[in-house]
């Protein structure tokens, strides 16, 4: 199927030219152990950390801090308008996502300068504890949350698709659903992560993502629309979506990635299965643009093979 182009024959959206081609979500997903997102009102540039009311300085350096030590940092608004608001204090969440040590922090912090103390080694290796001793304004937080991307200077689509399922979840679960700056991947808009699992989903709408949150409650994962999460590569992503797929099973955390090989990745389940999954990697045909914007290119997909069971461990 060829792209879509606009009523000037313009290229169309790059989440539309991605729904058309069909693009697979599996694998897609950024790749973190763990995540921080502050909450900061008012307009975001393209680049959110520094181009926002954050101090620039600030941002730019917890932003690369916190890549350093393998945890995402975004920015986060309540939805709806974007005016500015008068200072005062900022929603903090902090998440790790390893199956066994996945847990979320939330508070609030007067000075986001605070985040300076933050342990991010801690939150990627999943030591509560620490992390908690580094930061007393955070405590526990037993509800999950959802992050929807709307930063619409990184991709227009994220801001014509992310806002309305930002905007249609929050008088359903107040408190629960955030405005996101950039999550990756604005061709599978709308874009969202949910904490503090890590899953990624991509081509968002209101009723799947009022039932990811309502499953996450239970402990479980919805399997419809996921990229992947963001404890494993983007082979391991596709590997534990494919043994999903084909088990049916959806309790968080079951699953864990146990080995990548040259072709394979290995899956195990906590009760002692193992599978094998073929994971292969192609070139994207027809050629099509990550962003919109952008000039297509022979982007790589990954697509699951044949999933092999093993012996128990």
Known sequence: MSPSFDAIGRPGLCSTICRDLNEPLAGTAAVASGWLVLEQPGPWGRKAPIQSHLDPEFGAKIDAAAKKADVRFGLIRSPGKHADHPPRSHQVYVACTLPGRTWLLGGSVADPLTLAALDLDAVAHGDRDAVMASLPDLSPVTEPVLLVCTNGKRDECCALLGRPIAAGLADRVPGRVWE??????????????????????????????????????????????????SSWTGRGQVAEIAVRNLTGEVALDALSVLAENLDTVTVGHLDGRVWTVEVTSETADPPRPESCGKESFDMTILRAGTVNPGAPR
């Open 180 to 229: 996101s700056s950039h999550l990756g991947g604005h061709r599978f808009a709308p874009t969202a992560t949910l904490l503090p699992a890590g899953i990624m989903y991509g081509r968002l709408d209101v009723e799947t993502a009022a039932a990811i949150l309502a499953a996450a409650e239970r402990g479980d994962t919805v399997l419809s629309k996921q990229r992947g999460r």
